[in-house]
């Protein structure tokens, strides 16, 4: 394949043809059918930021043009998913992207921006691509608990996993080291809980711990939000907010102490790991997390709010009177059964919003859940393959193959720190999402894979780039291709030629050695 030609990830099918199309100042994009102009200001932005050239974007019929066509409306399915099989024809005289919804739509340009990206000057391949994902939910994670990142620097992230077709970008955004977003019915929340004294010096697992003296802290206000989720829509790229409960809350019961189990001032959590602090169960810190998320959904409109759910240590639980009191109330014998009747309290005020709730896979211990929850598998598949089980949709996202925040090749002492754990370009490009061990008519239950970019030891955006990619181009493939089209040698053959657009784009990606 020619090198204009290596794409990532690879569309499903590909024709060649001879030619090139060339773009001129004159060159304008049409929008016919039901295309929307902010998909030809889209495209519009790329050709400009590529070839410097500043194209005119219009309804009318002009010969010469580059075309987008949508031929449907953007209908979500019974999931919330979205359409979004595309064609992008290149010829001599006329360039046209052709897709049933806007999300079609956008995938194509981003496949059009890849293709300019590999040609010298203003100029695109002749070539009929035919092109469809393999599963619904393709996605990166992004903590910005443990460390912060700015407007610019999510938005900067989305355009990037824009750029390889990703389709969702799950945002830690609360735990035990900082919370970061606005709440107004609550604003100690980002008042006192985003603020931690100080911050750990290097591996949790050291001994003894050493400390900065650097208070660190920042959050995003409503109005950043709305800016991001504006940014994210215009790429069809749906965010997932996750606010972390009933465990990672120290930084809420350090704003809020009422929310705890203990008679205690706390602060903001200045190493990693796990925090022993757990919310309590009274009606009151019940219906303050249902305000929460009441909020978080009026900012983030996508199906699918996360509420964490995950290493939440019932010490607190089993030693307080007024916990035991409360289960004894409800009937419960076990604290794994009160963890999920908490997560089924926010699920009922998440449904009634027209949500879908999402959470890790320790939602599974101590009870039923609803049958819309979404289960992510992180500890390996069991849990994915249980839920499947029940009926629950999943997405699969275990440490074993999707962690980026884990070390990408050995020796580990040459890489910069890491948590732990080690996930090669190579160990991604060989995940198969869908488990052997899953009956056949439950393996729609997969909705697909997230990568995830941990932040306990990423503290900069040059550091989270160096950490996502070119990782994340693997897992981009691994959820566009079947398994049995992938071929690793030629996947990097084509990286190779991608890296240029990279580096051109000044992403501080991980040499490939």
């Known amino acids: 394949m020619n090198d204009y030609l290596a794409l990532i990830p690879r569309p499903q099918q590909l024709i060649e043809a001879e030619g090139v199309f060339n773009l001129t100042a004159a060159t304008r994009i049409v929008l ?3 295309a929307e102009a902010e998909m030809g200001e889209l495209l519009a932005e790329y050709v400009h930021a590529a070839a410097g050239l500043q194209l005119e974007v219009t309804s009318a019929e002009t010969a010469g043009a580059i075309v987008l066509e949508q031929t449907g409306r953007d ?6 998913f979205r359409d979004e099989h595309y064609e992008l024809v290149v010829e001599k005289t006329q360039v046209r992207l052709t897709a049933p919804t806007s999300y079609g739509l956008a995938r194509a340009i981003q496949t059009l921006r890849q293709l300019l990206a590999r040609q010298e000057g203003a100029v695109l391949p002749c070539v009929r691509i035919i092109d469809e994902p393999r599963f619904r939910w393709r996605g990166m994670m992004m903590d910005v608990a443990r460390h912060f990142f700015t407007v610019e620097e999510v938005c900067r992230f989305i355009d990037l996993i824009a750029l390889h077709r990703f389709n969702r970008l799950h945002l830690h955004l609360t735990d035990d080291q900082g919370w970061r977003v606005e709440i107004r019915r609550y604003p100690k929340l980002t008042e006192v809980g985003s603020l931690r004294p100080c911050t750990l010096i290097g591996h ?4 003894p711990r050493e400390y900065d ?12 939000i709305r800016r991001f989720v504006e940014y994210a829509r215009r790429r069809r790229i749906e965010l997932v907010p996750e606010i972390d409960m009933p465990g990672h809350m120290q930084a809420a019961i350090a704003a809020y102490p009422e929310l705890g189990c203990l008679d205690a001032t706390i602060r903001p959590r200045c190493h990693w790991g ?3 602090h757990i919310l309590n169960v009274e009606p009151a810190t019940v219906q303050f997390m249902q305000h929460v998320l009441e909020e978080v959904m009026e900012l983030f409109p996508g199906r699918y709010i996360h509420v964490g759910g995950d290493e939440a240590l019932k010490y607190e639980w089993a030693e307080s009177r007024s916990v035991q009191a409360r289960m004894l109330k409800l009937g419960l014998s076990h604290e794994d059964q009160l963890q999920a009747w908490f997560i089924n309290q926010m699920a009922e005020t998440i449904t009634a919003h027209g949500r879908t709730l999402v959470g890790w896979d320790e939602i599974l211990e101590g009870g039923k859940l609803p049958p819309s929850a979404v289960v992510m598998s992180w500890r390996g598949e069991k849990g994915g393959i249980e839920a499947a089980h029940h009926g629950n949709d999943v997405v699969m996202a275990p ?5 980026f925040d884990h070390y990408q090749a050995e020796p580990t002492a040459e890489e910069p720190l890491a948590i732990g754990g080690l996930s090669t370009l190579g160990h991604v490009y060989s995940y198969e999402p869908i488990p052997s061990a899953l009956p056949a008519e439950e393996r729609h239950h997969v909705l697909g894979s997230q990568g995830q970019l941990w932040a306990e030891y990423i503290p900069s955006m040059k550091q989270l780039e160096y950490m996502a990619f070119p990782r994340a181009c693997a897992l981009a493939e691994v959820l566009w291709l079947r398994k049995e089209e992938r071929n690793f040698g030629d996947f990097r053959q084509r990286l190779a030629v991608h890296r240029r657009q990279l580096d051109a784009l ?6 490939c050695r």
Do not use: C, L, W
């Open 75 to 80: 209908e979500p399915d019974a999931n919330g």
């Open 32 to 34: 016919d059918n039901h």
């Open 506 to 511: 000044n992403v501080n990606a991980r040499p």
């Open 274 to 276: 796990i925090s022993q």
């Open 213 to 224: 003296s650097q208070p660190y802290g920042g959050f995003f206000t409503q109005d950043d």
């Open 204 to 207: 949790e697992g050291k001994r």
């Open 399 to 403: 440490g074993s193959h999707v962690y």
